[in-house]
């Protein structure tokens, strides 16, 4: 008997074209659903191709725009001045607009994320607890409780904007966006333009620490499970438009938003300035800033975290059990940083208690993720495949926990005991424990690159 034809993929609503999605083979064969198998349900159908990549750029800045590019800088600025920014800054900008040229198409984003789907919910549930943190008890230590009433509140409103389709959340992170420039031009109007603070350490720490930044800002995104939706929601070319735009120029304006406003958190981490949003406008113009993207970003999050889920409806409790564990945790830690003020290191240099934690959290971002991100998911230099697609083995899982274990005091001493010259043992140990991870069977050829 001939052979039947395939078949056909089923139709993009209003485009006349078809759309392959994870659960539909390419050949158009569709196939039931492996029990207990995870099943990702593509962002790409959802979108429809209903909004463009101009708009999926806004949502990306909003979405990266979080507890760490609002307030990582105003670290490295007082710390390295000027060129403690340019650390940051440069390889952020670049890592996650390159994830638009890494995944080359859709069909990459989707393959890459359903293979790494426990750690993208871990890299979300962390984001999550570590905006929790940073709402409930780092901001309120600088500006007063009122922060928190200002973002709890923000934050149904975020979530009433949000919606499942790529055009609702695009237009409520273009919102959240255009709050922020504006809160930028108010606050420039208001305080005016001062000069970037004096660096107070040998900026020689930042060799150090450079290639720590690097490695975590060029790794990290490729957890992110926004930025997997924004590139399934785009073609291959307008993929690259809104990584490129939104990264270099939208994010970027944010962080140089960051720099503006850092000399009055500088004071106030100080205790030389005591920082009032009843009693100060540009005080308050800030805050609608920084509670405006860190509701965003929990949306986002949660809406990521929702949307991709395992056709066992059970992991829906162990998911929101996770999430509680996570976020009692970072509760905890507001009730440490309150209760000890100041953290005496081995060597009697102070650092203060909500510095101290928010440095701890920063630690899934520049080692665990990354490292993971670099076991994983880089092939080896024989393949030209731009990422692995294959899920970790128990055995490399184990290994990996044993790299990241054995890095963990020298990032310690790093970052919290202020001896940068120990990333570089550290760094080295996670980059040449590449060469001994445990072969496994070879990964599955990617799928065909989708047509510009």
């Known amino acids: 008997m001939p052979a039947q034809p395939p078949a056909p993929r089923p139709a993009v609503a209003g485009t006349g074209r078809t759309e392959p999605f994870i659960g539909v083979p390419l050949n158009g064969s569709p196939q039931p659903p492996t029990p207990g198998k995870v099943r990702i349900i593509s962002w790409a159908a959802r979108a429809r191709r209903e909004t463009g990549p101009i708009a999926w750029a806004a949502f990306l800045a909003s979405s990266w725009t979080w507890c760490i590019g609002m307030f990582l800088p105003v670290l490295m600025l007082r710390d390295y001045g000027g060129w403690g920014w340019v650390v940051f800054a440069v390889p952020n900008v670049i890592g996650a607009a390159a994830m638009g ?46 922060f928190i009433a200002l973002a709890v509140g923000l934050l149904p409103f975020v979530a009433l904007l949000w919606g499942r389709s790529g055009r609702r959340a695009t237009l409520t992170g273009a919102l959240v966006l255009a709050v922020s420039v504006l809160a930028m031009l108010g606050y420039v109007a208001l305080q005016g333009l001062t000069p970037l603070p004096t660096a107070r350490k040998p900026r020689v720490e930042l060799l150090w620490m450079a290639p720590v930044s690097a490695f975590g800002f060029f790794l990290a995104p490729y957890l992110d499970l926004t930025f997997h939706r924004a590139r399934q929601s785009s073609t291959r070319a307008g993929g690259r438009t809104a990584f490129g735009l939104g990264f270099g120029v939208f994010f970027l304006l944010m962080i140089v938003f960051t720099a503006l406003y850092s000399d009055p958190l500088i004071g106030a981490l100080n205790g030389t300035q005591r920082l009032s949003i009843r009693s100060d406008l540009f005080v308050a113009v800030l805050a609608v800033h920084l509670a405006a993207q860190a509701a965003f970003t929990v949306v986002a999050h949660l809406g990521a975290v929702r949307t991709v889920r395992d056709a066992d409806s059970g992991w829906w409790g162990r998911a929101t059990l996770g999430a509680v564990v996570v976020i009692g945790i970072a509760l905890a830690m507001r009730w440490f940083a309150q209760r000890y003020s100041v953290y005496h290191g081995l060597r009697g240099r102070p650092l203060d208690s909500a510095e101290f934690v928010y ?4 630690a899934f971002y520049g080692l665990v993720f990354p490292t993971y991100v670099w076991l994983f998911m880089v092939p080896s230099l024989r393949h030209r495949r731009p990422v692995a697609a294959r899920p970790p083995r128990s055995a490399t899982v184990v290994f990996f926990a044993a790299v990241v274990t054995l890095a963990a005091p020298g990032f310690w001493m790093g970052f919290i005991e202020g001896q940068m010259i120990w990333l570089v043992p550290a760094m080295a140990l996670v980059l040449f424990s590449r060469l001994l991870l445990p072969k496994g069977p070879p990964a599955p050829q990617m799928p065909p690159a989708e047509a510009p």
């Open 359 to 362: 440095r701890l959290f920063m």
């Open 101 to 146: 040229w890494v995944l080359r198409d859709r069909e990459v984003s989707k393959a890459v994320q359903e293979a790494h789907l426990p750690a993208c919910r871990w890299f979300s549930i962390v984001t999550i607890a570590f905006h929790a943190y940073f709402v409930l008890a780092l901001v309120p230590r600088l500006m007063g409780d009122q």
